[in-house]
């Protein structure tokens, strides 16, 4: 299966449905885990994941001893999806593997990727369609052979290889009579958040790429002749308003990743850091009495203001051998869209999400008030978190409503995160971090520090920010709507707009990580 170049968007709906199937994924290399964590891509429960090591495959592994390992799981009788970047047949030598995996009486098919070859020279800012003339070439065992024989004449020329063998590329192009001045583009990560594209000259390239020191850079592309020329012009991907930046995400990967898919458009590499952990209440006696009252018909309304509620919930459901047909005559209502995406997937459409603020406050100002001849009952159950606060309760009360507030988990502090993570959080190697909530600005502070002054802060809502305040931090960026989509969109048109000042001032565009605390811009 071809996973295109690097970037996670670039999957195809083939791709997603093969993974949904897999009982068993191999992986290239660890770095194709972000790949997994797209919010599109849901595994099978129980499913495998290993890694190659992309390293080993390509210099110690060959096609036969790669094809060892997919087959040691096929034989298990289970579908088996092999990874490769790019596309599988242009991009990488795995024919060969497909070949033995025949050999060894498996079946295969081919998912087609986008390719590395055609797509990191898009990325970079290369037009080849006006390059008059592109040859291609992938080459990961050294050997340049003779397609090198007509890389003197043609005007472009793009050449997928690894660091170990830009040498040998740069020999085999001067062979062909490239001369050592000549314009060459090289770029490394080429599709991901941490792209870094070089222009440079033949001559040079060898250095260049020695320069950089870039660990795990393989594949490198190198695009040769006029085309390389064309960049200062269309460069797109490296110029997005947060490119590059390093971001912290206070939040378990389950519940950043409808922001870290947000903040990836724009550029930015994601850290997840959780901050808290969900646990279940110290006893289980008032949930139980509380889902035997909801099959029992003891409640109007059900109202959930988080996703981990919808999950205590659920979880609870389960060990009784229920599911979501209990919730049939029930009113439900949520705190907002995410909570509401939850409950759908679950098979239950709520009856109620504010229009408005999407909060604890925002469901208050928009629940119906109690209707002694058109409510049959006048209780509802209201699952939450041991830290809640009482601002839905006090609301629903004086609508006349009867609340049952029942603590469906508990919420502790998460364990401080390893030790390069809070020394990058207390020098300023984050630009930014996003706090989606007080407890994560209270528990990240606990755990692994304060921030860096010259870290850029963003947050949710106000609430949040008085909180930062609280503990000494300034904040910079304000999301306009409670959401995290909100949140990022807010960070990137602050990005933006650090970015115009820059240009405008005729200085280096650099991130926040390389720039000491000076005034910053609230937004």
């Known amino acids: 299966m071809g996973t295109g170049p690097g970037d996670p968007d670039l999957l195809t709906l083939g791709a997603i449905a093969a993974l949904a199937d897999a009982s068993a994924v191999i992986l290239d290399d660890d770095r194709q885990r972000e790949i997994l964590g797209h919010p599109a891509i849901t595994l099978a429960e129980g499913a495998e994941v290993c890694t190659l090591g992309l390293t080993e495959a390509r210099k110690t592994l060959t096609p036969s001893a790669r094809a060892k390992i997919v087959l040691k799981h096929a034989a298990e009788g289970v579908r088996v999806v092999r990874l490769v970047t790019g596309d599988p047949f242009w991009d990488n030598a795995v024919a060969d593997e497909a070949a033995a995996c025949v050999r060894g009486g498996i079946d295969f098919e081919v998912v087609p990727g986008v390719s590395s070859l055609t797509a990191v020279p898009e990325y970079a800012g290369i037009d080849l369609i006006h390059a008059g003339g592109v040859q291609f ?19 472009t020329v793009v050449v997928s290889t690894l660091v170990s063998m830009v040498g040998g590329l740069v020999e085999a192009a001067k062979a062909a009579g490239r001369p050592g001045d000549d314009h060459v583009i090289v770029t490394l990560h080429g599709g991901s958040t941490e792209q870094i594209t070089l222009p440079t000259t033949l001559d040079e390239l060898v250095g260049a790429i ?17 085309a390389a020329e064309q960049r200062h012009e269309l460069s797109w991907y490296e110029t997005k308003p947060l490119f590059g930046w390093r971001v912290l995400v206070p939040r378990t990967k389950d519940q950043a990743a409808p922001m870290v898919a947000r903040l990836r458009t724009y550029g930015a590499h ?22 035997r009252g ?4 003891r409640y109007e309304w059900v109202a959930f203001t988080s996703v981990n509620a919808v999950k205590a919930v659920r979880e609870k459901f389960e060990e009784y051998g229920l599911d979501a047909r209990a919730f049939s005559g029930l009113k439900v209502a949520v705190v ?17 999400v504010p229009e408005g603020e999407q909060s604890a406050a925002g469901l208050a100002a928009e629940f119906p008030p109690y209707d002694d001849v058109l409510d049959p009952i006048n209780r509802i159950f209201l699952p939450r ?9 006090a609301g629903l009360i004086n609508l006349g409503w009867e609340v049952e507030d029942v603590t469906a988990y508990r919420t502790v502090r998460a364990a401080p995160p390893a030790a390069p993570v809070r020394e990058a959080i207390k020098t300023g190697k984050f630009d930014a971090v996003v706090f989606t909530s007080s407890s994560t600005v209270r ?19 106000p609430a949040t920010a008085k909180t930062c305040e609280e503990h000494g931090l300034r904040v910079d960026v304000v999301a306009a709507k409670p959401s995290v989509v909100d949140l990022a969109d807010a960070l990137a048109s602050f990005a933006a707009a650090r970015r115009d000042e820059f240009i405008t001032a005729g200085e280096p565009v650099l991130k926040p990580s390389q720039k000491r605390p000076g005034t910053r811009r609230r937004v």
């Open 270 to 291: 994601s850290d997840e850091v959780p901050t808290i952990s969900v646990e279940p209440p110290r006893s289980p006696l008032q949930m139980d009495k509380a889902v």
């Open 210 to 226: 020695k320069a950089v020191k870039s660990p795990g850079a393989d594949p490198v592309h190198v695009i040769m002749g006029a």
């Open 443 to 461: 528990n990240l502070v606990g755990i692994a520090g304060k921030p860096h002054p010259g870290t850029i802060i963003a947050v949710i809502g």
């Open 336 to 352: 907002g869209s995410v909570t509401a995406q939850a409950l759908q997937a679950w098979g239950i459409e709520p009856d109620l």
């Open 137 to 155: 070439a992938s080459v990961t065992d050294g050997r340049f052979g003779k397609q090198t024989a007509q890389w003197g004449g043609a005007a």
């Open 385 to 393: 978190a041991d830290i809640a606060t009482e601002t839905l309760t």
């Open 294 to 297: 909801l099959v029992e018909g």
